[in-house]
Nanobody, 124 residues
Framework: QVHLEESGGGLVQAGDSLRLSCVAS????????MGWFRQHPEKGREFVAA???????YYGGSAKGRFTISRDNAKNMVYLQMNNLRPEDTAVYSC??????????????????WGQGTQVTVSS
């Protein structure tokens, strides 16, 4: 079983930055697409970013231009650098991992492994 653990969330003001981290354990890391989703009770689940096993990155519309995903396969880590945060970014952010060699990007149902999430709250 793959285990994902997020950290780095918190309360910030609009315009601030946060860097979320996720560590994966229990399985091979470099054969999996990794990514981030966020969940808000009023907005539902939204794709944020993905970093594929091929090295390509993808971003949801609200994240593009402000957020950057990166990964360190040697450390089994994936990161989400969030700049210019806005109140609409408030959500629980979850780290996700696909099964081996599955080229999932934006479809949450194709990510087999989910972390518990870390809360990001942006005040105005």
């Amino acid at each position: 079983q793959v285990h994902l653990e997020e950290s780095g969330g918190g309360l910030v003001q609009a315009g601030d930055s946060l860097r979320l981290s996720c560590v994966a354990s229990g399985a091979t890391f470099d054969t999996k697409n990794m990514g981030w989703f966020r969940q808000h009770p009023e907005k539902g689940r939204e794709f944020v970013a993905a970093f594929t096993r091929y090295g390509a990155t993808y971003y949801g519309g609200s994240a593009k231009g402000r957020f950057t995903i990166s990964r360190d396969n040697a450390k089994n880590m994936v990161y989400l650098q969030m700049n210019n945060l806005r109140p609409e970014d408030t959500a629980v952010y979850s780290c996700v991992a696909a099964q081996d060699y599955v080229d999932a990007v934006t479809n949450p149902s194709t990510y087999a492994y989910w972390g518990q999430g870390t809360q990001v709250t942006v005040s105005s």
